[in-house]
C-alpha cells in the first residue's frame, strides 16, 4: 500500500481461499473509467460513480470505440448513429455527475490492444492523473464480445505504460509527467473481491443514466424481456441484480469489484 493509503479499504470478511475481501475505498478526488462502448460504464458501474461523484470526485469518462454496431436497423447510416451515441453518453456522465468524455473513436468490434492504442490510453491517464481508475476485467471468462477483453487490456497496459517513464517518453513534455493511480477498479469481476455499497439514489441515477443511451433500449436493455412493461422490469431487473450483490457484501445494494492496488 502507498504511503497515504488514501484508497485503503476497509476489510469485510475473509474469502474461501482466505483472500481479503473489502468494502468502500474512500471517495477519490478523481477516477478515470475506461470502457468499450458508450453505456458500458453506466451498465457496471454507474451507482458507484454517482456516489462518488456527490463526494466531490472529478468523474472522466474514457470510450475507446464509436459503438458504431450497435444498432438492428440495417438502413441505419453508422456515422448518424455514432453522433447519436456520442450525445447520449455525455448525457449519460452528466446525469452521474461526470465532468467530461473523452472518444477514443476506434471502431466498434475492432478493438485491439495494440501500441498505437495502448500509447493513446496512456498519454490520457497521464493528462488526467486519475487517482481510481475503473475497467473491464481482461481476465473474465466466457465473455464473448472481443471489445471488452481488448478494452480490459488496454486498461491495465495503459496504466503500466503511464507510470513509466521509458514508455512512450515523447509524451512527457510541457508539463506532462508519469502517473501512477491508487486503485485500479475491475467491473463485471471474474473473481470479485472488492464491494461499493450504493445507495437507492445511486441506483436511480444508473437507471436514469442507462435510459439516456435512448438508441440502446432496444438491442441492449430490453432485448430479452417479454414483459408487458418492459421497462418496468428493466428498473426491477437493475434493483434485483444490486440486491443480490448486496447480499454478498451484507449491505442493501452493492457493486462488485475486483480490486487491485498493490500491484499498480
Ligand atoms: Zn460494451
Request: with cysteine; charged share 25%.
Amino acid at each position: 500500500m502507498n504511503d497515504s493509503n488514501r484508497v485503503d479499504a476497509q476489510q469485510l470478511f475473509t474469502g474461501p481461499a482466505g483472500e481479503r475481501i473489502t468494502i468502500d475505498l474512500p471517495p477519490p478526488k478523481s477516477a478515470l473509467v475506461i470502457v468499450a462502448h458508450p453505456d458500458d460504464a453506466e451498465f457496471h458501474c454507474g451507482a458507484t460513480l454517482a456516489k462518488w461523484a456527490r463526494a466531490g470526485c472529478t468523474v472522466h469518462h474514457l470510450v475507446l470505440t464509436d459503438g458504431s454496431k450497435g444498432t438492428w436497423d440495417r438502413g441505419m447510416d453508422q456515422s448518424v448513429l455514432v453522433e447519436v451515441r456520442k450525445a447520449e453518453q455525455r448525457t449519460a456522465a452528466t446525469i452521474l455527475g461526470g465532468t467530461g468524455v473523452v472518444f477514443l473513436g476506434k471502431i466498434d468490434g475492432e478493438l485491439n490492444s495494440d501500441r498505437e492504442t495502448r500509447a493513446q490510453v496512456s498519454a490520457i491517464i497521464r493528462r488526467l492523473k486519475p487517482e481510481v481508475i475503473l475497467g473491464h476485467d481482461p481476465w473474465k471468462r466466457y465473455r464473448l464480445h472481443p471489445d471488452h477483453a481488448a478494452a480490459g487490456r488496454l486498461c491495465i497496459e495503459g496504466i503500466v505504460a503511464a507510470r513509466d517513464p521509458f514508455f512512450h517518453p515523447e509524451q512527457l513534455v510541457d508539463g506532462i509527467t508519469p502517473h501512477r493511480p491508487e486503485a485500479l477498479l475491475l467491473f463485471e469481476p471474474d473473481q470479485p473481491n472488492h464491494a461499493e455499497t450504493v445507495s437507492e439514489q445511486d441506483l436511480q441515477l444508473q437507471i436514469d443514466a442507462l435510459l439516456a443511451h435512448e438508441s440502446q433500449i432496444e438491442t441492449t436493455h430490453l432485448y430479452k424481456s417479454a414483459a408487458a412493461d418492459p421497462l418496468q422490469q428493466f428498473r426491477r431487473a437493475q434493483l434485483e441484480r444490486h440486491e443480490r450483490l448486496g447480499q454478498w457484501a451484507s449491505v442493501p445494494l452493492a457493486q462488485q469489484f475486483h480490486l487491485l492496488t498493490e500491484q499498480l
